[in-house]
Nanobody, 123 residues
């Protein structure tokens, strides 16, 4: 089992940056595919980014390509999401998720979820 705790959210002006972290406990972090999703009020939870077990494969939603970077440190059991050039439409609760693979873009591929961290981008 994997427990996930996100941190790093906050309020930032448009054009600014934030770095989200997700600390995982449990022995299976290095064997887990890790993803970031977000959910804005009144909207479905949507895929943001994912990273393979080794970190060699990265996946991004079109809306964040070129602005967000996902990375992981298996020695620290942590996955990161560096968010640059933030826009008001990036405002959402951001969730970290761990899974065993399959469709990196789908919520059903992830068995474990964090509680989420709020990101608010002001215009």
């Amino acid at each position: 089992q994997v427990q996930l705790v996100e941190s790093g959210g906050g309020l930032v002006q448009a054009g600014g940056s934030l770095r989200l972290s997700c600390a995982a406990s449990g022995r299976t972090f290095s064997s887990s595919v890790m993803g970031w999703f977000r959910q804005a009020p009144g909207k479905e939870r949507e895929f943001v980014a994912a990273i393979s077990r080794s970190g060699s494969m990265l996946f991004y939603a079109d809306s964040v390509k070129g602005r967000f970077t996902i990375s992981r440190d298996n020695a620290k059991n942590t996955v990161y999401l560096q968010m640059n050039s933030l826009k008001p439409e990036d405002t959402a609760v951001y969730y970290c998720a761990a899974g065993s693979g399959g469709n990196y873009y789908a919520t059903y591929a992830y068995a474990y979820w964090g509680q989420g961290t709020q990101v608010t981008v002001s215009s």
